[in-house]
């Protein structure tokens, strides 16, 4: 079966309780009583609080389960927070609540969930931040105080956090608190996987496999397959190329299908060109844009066809004008003239009827 990691490794917490109960090492002795004087407790007080689990080094972890102390033989009636980290549980009072540590201390117990909102990280560095969330509580949502997660990953240190910071919800504690009184962190050393711990395919890349299925993530050069237990022959899978076939086609190659040798892709997807395909395209114009495009292109044109056909004609009738006016000038002027010679004619004399009857003609 997977092992229990967790057994009696390191535990370390943001601040005890006190100096003589609650232990963080009670998070991982194999005790699963929810006796309150048998589980670690964080100290009171404080708006952030958590619990960290050093395995000693990187395992593969499959799951983690946690009891939360919610009872206890001194106070039975559920979770509560108490203030006063001098207090030592073991002399308090069962019905005063009285304590004493070298003097009379008052311990002020009060309901309130303590559990709500705590979150399940998983790292290779004591700083839990950089790692990987397993978990995260709703604090609206019920939970009982036995926690049972899936959490497939690899890390060297297990942190249980929570805070009340900001935190405005009628149930819960003013307080943060870790009260932890059995942690188990399933999983199997690296290199191995099932719930039998079995050694992963020797071809895996860097020894490491899934820890559930014995998948690897990658192969040693000249292996292919999900276990790494076949041979690359000279022509690599369609995905794939390389000398070992242990490099995989372009993620913009149509259907991942690529050169075998140089992993050229051997069509593109949509928006992409390029040999491997890394030349990104620019977006195609929907079909409302070409269509105002081509309305207002038109438009445009025919503007331009009114506009030169109305200028033409205006120089058109310019033209018709200025050669009616020339016309005009060009006829009567001579009979105009002609007339005044006629008439001089008359004054002295001379027989002029032929010329009128001409003037006559014209005119008429």
Not at 83 to 104: I, M, P, T, W, Y
Not at 297 to 312: C, E, K, N, S
Request: aromatic share 8%; with cysteine; charged share 25%.
């Amino acid at each position: 079966m997977n092992q229990n990691l967790a057994f009696n490794k390191t535990v370390t917490v943001s601040q005890k309780y006190n100096n003589k109960d609650f232990d963080p090492s009670l998070a991982v002795d194999g005790d699963h009583s929810t006796d309150l004087l048998k589980c670690s407790l964080t100290a009171s007080g404080q708006k952030e609080a958590w619990l960290t689990v050093d395995l000693g080094e990187e395992k593969n972890i499959a799951a983690i389960a946690f009891v939360h102390g919610g009872s206890s033989t001194l106070f039975a009636n559920g979770n509560y927070e108490c203030d006063g980290n001098e207090a030592v549980l073991r002399d308090c009072s069962h019905s005063s609540k009285q304590c004493f540590s070298g003097k009379r201390t008052s311990l002020t117990c009060k309901e309130g969930d303590t559990l709500a909102g705590i979150s399940v990280c998983v790292s290779e560095t004591p700083d839990w931040r950089t790692g990987t969330l397993c978990y995260q509580h709703d604090i609206e949502q019920p939970l009982n105080n036995t926690i049972n997660l899936d959490c497939v990953t690899s890390g060297r240190y297990v942190t249980l956090f929570n805070s009340r910071n900001e935190t405005y919800f009628p149930d819960l504690s003013a307080f943060a608190y870790i009260n932890i009184c059995e942690i188990h962190i399933i999983g199997c050393d690296i290199g191995y996987y099932g719930e039998k711990c079995t050694k992963c395919p020797d071809n895996c890349l860097n020894g490491n496999c899934h820890i559930q299925i014995g998948h690897c993530f990658d192969c040693k050069d000249g292996f292919k397959d999900d276990r790494c237990e076949k041979e690359c022959n000279k022509e690599c899978p369609c995905t794939r190329y390389g000398p070992n076939c242990n490099a995989s086609c372009y993620k913009h190659c149509q259907h991942k299908l690529c050169n075998p040798i140089n992993g050229s892709c051997l069509e593109c997807i949509k928006s992409r060109s390029g040999d491997f395909c890394e030349i990104e395209l620019p977006a195609e114009a929907t079909f409302d844009t070409v269509s105002l495009f081509i309305a207002a292109t038109t438009v445009l044109l025919i503007l331009v066809v009114v506009f030169t056909l109305y200028t033409l004609k205006r120089k058109c009738m310019s033209s018709r004008q200025a050669l009616a006016r020339d016309y005009d000038a060009s006829e009567v002027k001579p009979t105009d003239s002609k007339y005044d010679t006629l008439q001089e004619a008359d004054r002295v004399g001379t027989d002029t009827a032929a010329e009128y009857m001409e003037i006559t003609v014209i005119t008429g």
